[in-house]
């Protein structure tokens, strides 16, 4: 038995042997590998704050955001990345102490642009897109890249601004969102699978498929349609030393007028905040159904009629009442020609005008959806009257101008109807003259206009 006694003693402490050494190992390791996996909290602040922190890479995710604040870092050396739109992205290592004071890092970002500020203070559910992106419910103020962005400001799920805004470098760009009462909702957004068999629309969802909200345009091309009546009367007009009665009436009806008509928004192609309701308005209209004059008195081949105007005027939009009515302001030059072809002794016989003025007016409009009723009055101080205004010693005319119609806007289609009228008046002297020309003490040049307009709005 003895030595049966003696083995087993043997293997017990040879055991012991290497339980007590894998214990040492073990304790020695331990410290180590705790050291290997210390971290610490650090505070991360950037100039101006707001940033997003990674460490190590960008695949992994935010370590912390927006900045100040907290990310949990191992003790030694870190690659860190920090990114804030509008500024130049950093590149550093974070290094963190084993011992000391709770570490804090601050870093200054470069700016590569400018600010958005959106001031807002209706309902806290406005939400604004920056290029399809979210930044966040107005008021806000948000860092961007120097260069145009488009933004979209929603509230109670209607579009509320969505133009275009360019950010320059260093500056701060303001905008002024409106609750807009009467604005339809937008259409809701369905999910969409996430790999669809087909992405083609079909026919249904081509025809059916709700347009988005009309961005203000930036210019609009139209063609200009006019059906045009005259009537010129002579005040006390007599015959001439030579018993000729030059100074008869002038009646003209269903005068046909067209031509292109641009309206051009300067502020808006430029990017600029300011003055979003100025615009450059150019119309170049002709007659196209000339019309022969029907009087007994004119023994030659009798004239026709020419008709052209031209148009070039400056106006401002001011957005008032809640957007509910709009004002607007109108200054410029126009020419209305109201003249005859023929021999020189028959044109002699009519009243040939051909008025060039210098325009002064205003706007009222009841912006309402598609449709927007208006009306327009204008002074219009005649520059030149043409060939009536010679006939006589002294002749001056001074002009009104008058509108009202309906304005449609359905997409990028922008349309109107308008009956108009313009009356020149004039006065005329000889100052003593024998034997003149022509015999008069004024006149009225009346003429009525309806118009339709259809253009297309970029």
């Known amino acids: ?87 130049s992205p950093v590149l550093d290592s974070l290094v963190v102490p084993r011992g000391g004071k709770a570490p804090k890092v601050k870093f200054t970002l470069e700016a590569t642009g400018g600010t958005l500020d959106v001031q807002w203070d209706g309902p806290a559910d406005a939400i604004i897109k920056v290029d399809d992106k979210p930044k966040g419910k107005a008021p806000e103020k948000i860092a961007l890249d120097a260069g145009p962005h488009r933004v979209v400001v929603r509230s109670n799920n209607k579009t509320i601004y969505d133009d275009q805004v360019t950010i320059e470098l260093g500056d701060t760009q303001t905008i002024h969102p409106t609750v807009a009462q009467d ?53 006390n007009g007599k015959s001439n030393f030579m018993n000729v ?69 400056a106006r401002n939009e ?25 021999s020189t002794d028959d044109i002699a016989l009519v009243p040939d005008a051909d008025y060039q003025s210098l325009e002064i007016g205003g706007r009222a409009a009841l912006p309402h959806g598609t449709y927007e009723p208006y009306v327009e009055a204008a002074n219009r101080i005649v520059l030149s009257g043409g060939e009536l205004q010679t006939r006589f010693t002294t002749a001056s005319a001074n002009g009104i101008h008058a509108a009202a119609g309906v304005a449609i806007r359905s997409g990028n289609i922008a349309a109107r109807i308008e009956g108009q009228i313009t009356r020149y008046g004039w006065s005329f002297s000889n100052n003593g003259m024998q034997n003149p020309p022509y015999v008069a003490d004024g006149g009225t040049d009346l003429i009525e206009m309806i118009s339709i307009v259809i253009g297309y709005a970029y």
């Not at 410290?31 to 290997?36: D, E, F, G, I, L």
């Not at 629309?201 to 200009?224: L, M, N, Y």
């Not at 905040?273 to 615009?279: H, M, Q, T």
């Not at 170049?284 to 026709?304: C, K, N, R, W, Y």
């Open 1 to 87: 038995m003895a030595p049966v006694i003696q083995l087993l003693y043997h293997l017990y402490m040879g055991r012991l042997v290497v339980t007590i050494a894998l214990l040492a190992a073990v304790a020695v390791a331990a410290p180590r590998t705790a050291q290997a996996q210390a971290t610490r909290k650090v505070t991360v602040e950037t100039d101006p704050p707001g940033a997003t922190v990674y460490l190590n890479d960008k695949e992994s995710g935010p370590a912390c955001t927006p900045t100040p604040c907290e990310v949990t870092a191992p003790v030694g050396e870190t690659p860190m990345i920090i990114e804030l739109d509008g500024y």
């Open 183 to 235: 604005a339809p909702p937008d259409p809701p957004v369905t999910d969409k699978p996430e790999n669809p068999v087909d992405t083609t629309p079909t026919e249904v969802e081509q025809k059916t498929e709700p347009a988005g909200p009309q961005k203000p345009p930036v210019v609009i091309v139209s063609a200009i349609f006019d059906v045009g009546f005259r009537q010129f009367s002579y005040q």
């Open 245 to 313: 009665f030059n100074v008869g009436n002038d009646n003209e009806g269903g005068q046909l007028m067209a031509g292109p008509l641009v309206q051009v928004f300067p502020t808006r192609a430029l990017g600029v905040d300011a003055l979003k309701g100025l615009s450059i308005v150019g119309r170049l209209e002709f007659g196209f159904h000339d019309q022969t004059v029907q009087d007994a008195a004119i023994m030659d081949s009798p004239p026709t009629t020419f008709w052209q105007a031209i148009e070039v005027t």
């Open 318 to 342: 001011w957005l008032i009442s809640d957007d509910s009515i709009s004002l607007s302001v109108l200054a410029g030059y126009t020419r209305d020609r109201f003249e005859f072809s023929g």
